[in-house]
Nanobody, 126 residues
Framework: QVQLAESGGGLVQAGGSLRLSCAAS????????MGWFRQAPGKEREFVAT????????DYADSVAGRFTISRDNAKNTVYLQMNSLKAEDTAVYYC???????????????????WGQGTQVTVSS
């Protein structure tokens, strides 16, 4: 069983920055692919970023590439999402997710992830 807890959301003006954190339980965090997704009101959940178990590989949605950075600290069982140059369209609930399958590649689809956090609200005012 893996528990994920996001933090760091809030209200920020357009052009500003936020850093989201996701703390994970479990002794094998360093073997999980981790991802960030978001869901805006009235829209489907969408992929934001993913990172390999070692942190050596990452992938981003086109809409956030160059503005967001995903990273992880396996010693702290934590994954981060640094969000810069925020736009009003980034407003959403942000979820972190864990893919605990063995030796899986990075995935941009929600069904590949088997554990999810409760989400943290990010609101960007224009």
């Amino acid at each position: 069983q893996v528990q994920l807890a996001e933090s760091g959301g809030g209200l920020v003006q357009a052009g500003g920055s936020l850093r989201l954190s996701c703390a994970a339980s479990g002794r094998t965090f360093s073997s999980y692919v981790m991802g960030w997704f978001r869901q805006a009101p009235g829209k489907e959940r969408e992929f934001v970023a993913t990172i390999s178990f070692s942190g050596g590989s990452t992938d981003y949605a086109d809409s956030v590439a160059g503005r967001f950075t995903i990273s992880r600290d396996n010693a702290k069982n934590t994954v981060y999402l640094q969000m810069n140059s925020l736009k009003a369209e980034d407003t959403a609930v942000y979820y972190c997710a864990a893919d605990t399958r063995i030796a899986t590649p990075l995935s941009t689809v929600a069904w590949a992830y088997d554990y999810w956090g409760q989400g943290t609200q990010v609101t960007v005012s224009s």
